[in-house]
């Protein structure tokens, strides 16, 4: 399990309503730099098994948002200091995921117009890392609502290399920044920033939650889904404990669904867990494909009734036994 850290937050992942998926597809890209960085763990979409219905599960994994800077992690991107073609850009924005500012020039700029533009991102040693973007889109129905971005990142010698491991895999802009620990108080964790983004390759967890349809800066029923968007990722990752731990293994089918209809309930498999922001609220049937056992695994177990939404929990998730 790689977890990367750029601070500046992308989410996204392709699916419909109500989908099956399984956690493999996954491309790895190795780039050689001054930093020594090996960014990989991304993948493009959702794999739908034969006789399979994209409507109603996710594709799980480990990685939470695909990028693994040798060790280091990107640990959000500035909305500050962002100048294109060595022009400055005052005040950008994050407006759900399409990025924006003014022009020093004046005239605002957004979307695709962005294309060229460089940013800092902070690494976990302290130290920066310019990225640029490359292109810019809007994805597929049902996600056209969603802003996706090609992304590089600065090299020795004036080279770039794909900040999710190939040119083909998009990021996807999220606010506020993610804990990449794992194992560790506040693993996993995400914080509100005004100031900050992340950056969440296509294919791992922030993304693919956005792409769910748990799209942070929405509210559906007068919910305001970052919450949702929070104990997606967990969900994906098995992450049970909250504490940023993956219990899973990439390829593990699961079935998952809310009770707000945005993901539907697909199949009959056998109940996995209910979640929240904070990890499981309860455990019926654990994906425990790790060396070890969560070490939460006998309290939250011990709870009665596991698999509705009557004690608060905003997602379910199903698994198909091997």
């Given at each position: 399990?790689?977890?990367?850290?750029?601070?500046?937050?992308?989410?996204?992942?392709?699916?419909?309503?109500?989908?099956?998926?399984?956690?493999?597809?996954?491309?790895?890209?190795?780039?050689?730099?001054?930093?020594?960085?090996?960014?990989?763990?991304?993948?493009?979409?959702?794999?739908?098994?034969?006789?399979?219905?994209?409507?109603?599960?996710s594709l799980n994994g480990m990685s939470l948002n695909?990028?693994?800077?040798?060790?280091?992690?990107?640990?959000?991107?500035?909305?500050?200091?962002?100048?294109?073609?060595?022009?400055?850009?005052?005040?950008?924005?994050?407006?759900?995921?399409?990025?924006?500012?003014?022009?020093?020039?004046?005239?605002?700029i957004s979307g695709a117009g962005l294309v060229g533009?460089?940013?800092?991102?902070?690494?976990?040693?302290?130290?920066?890392?310019?990225?640029?973007?490359?292109?810019?889109?809007?994805?597929?129905?049902?996600?056209?609502?969603?802003?996706?971005?090609?992304?590089?990142?600065?090299?020795?010698?004036?080279?770039?290399?794909?900040?999710?491991?190939?040119?083909?895999?998009?990021?996807?802009?999220?606010?506020?920044?993610?804990?990449?620990?794992?194992?560790?108080?506040?693993?996993?964790?995400?914080?509100?920033?005004?100031?900050?983004?992340?950056?969440?390759?296509?294919?791992?967890?922030?993304?693919?939650?956005?792409?769910?349809?748990?799209?942070?800066?929405?509210?559906?029923?007068?919910?305001?889904?970052?919450?949702h968007h929070v104990a997606c990722t967990r969900m994906?990752?098995?992450?049970?404990?909250?504490?940023?731990?993956?219990?899973?293994?990439?390829?593990?089918?699961?079935?998952?669904?809310?009770?707000?209809?945005?993901?539907?309930?697909?199949?009959?498999?056998?109940?996995?867990?209910?979640?929240?922001?904070?990890?499981?609220?309860?455990?019926?049937?654990?994906?425990?494909?790790?060396?070890?056992?969560?070490?939460?695994?006998?309290?939250?177990?011990?709870?009665?009734?596991?698999?509705?939404?009557?004690?608060?929990?905003?997602?379910?998730?199903?698994?198909?036994?091997?």
């Amino acid at each position: 399990m790689r977890l990367g850290s750029v601070e500046v937050a992308l989410l996204s992942c392709l699916v419909l309503p109500g989908c099956l998926i399984d956690d493999m597809d996954v491309i790895d890209g190795d780039s050689d730099g001054d930093l020594g960085e090996e960014v990989g763990d991304a993948s493009l979409a959702v794999i739908s098994p034969n006789g399979m219905s994209l409507n109603g599960m996710s594709l799980n994994g480990m990685s939470l948002n695909g990028m693994s800077l040798n060790g280091m992690s990107l640990n959000g991107m500035s909305l500050n200091g962002m100048s294109l073609n060595g022009m400055s850009l005052n005040g950008m924005s994050l407006n759900g995921t399409l990025l924006g500012g003014t022009k020093s020039t004046g005239g605002t700029i957004s979307g695709a117009g962005l294309v060229g533009t460089k940013m800092n991102g902070t690494l976990s040693s302290g130290g920066t890392l310019v990225l640029r973007i490359d292109s810019a889109t809007t994805l597929a129905a049902p996600n056209t609502d969603v802003w996706a971005y090609g992304v590089s990142y600065a090299l020795s010698g004036g080279a770039w290399a794909p900040l999710c491991g190939s040119s083909s895999v998009l990021a996807v802009p999220v606010s506020g920044t993610f804990n990449y620990g794992s194992g560790v108080v506040g693993g996993g964790s995400w914080t509100a920033s005004a100031t900050a983004f992340t950056f969440g390759c296509r294919g791992t967890a922030i993304a693919k939650c956005v792409e769910f349809g748990y799209k942070p800066w929405k509210t559906v029923a007068g919910v305001l889904l970052r919450n949702h968007h929070v104990a997606c990722t967990r969900m994906i990752r098995a992450d049970y404990c909250g504490d940023g731990k993956s219990w899973t293994v990439d390829g593990t089918l699961i079935n998952l669904y809310d009770a707000l209809g945005i993901q539907l309930d697909a199949a009959a498999y056998k109940v996995d867990a209910e979640w929240l922001p904070t990890g499981a609220r309860c455990i019926d049937k654990l994906r425990d494909f790790q060396v070890g056992k969560p070490t939460c695994e006998a309290t939250k177990k011990s709870l009665p009734t596991c698999g509705t939404f009557a004690n608060g929990a905003l997602l379910v998730d199903e698994y198909k036994l091997h």
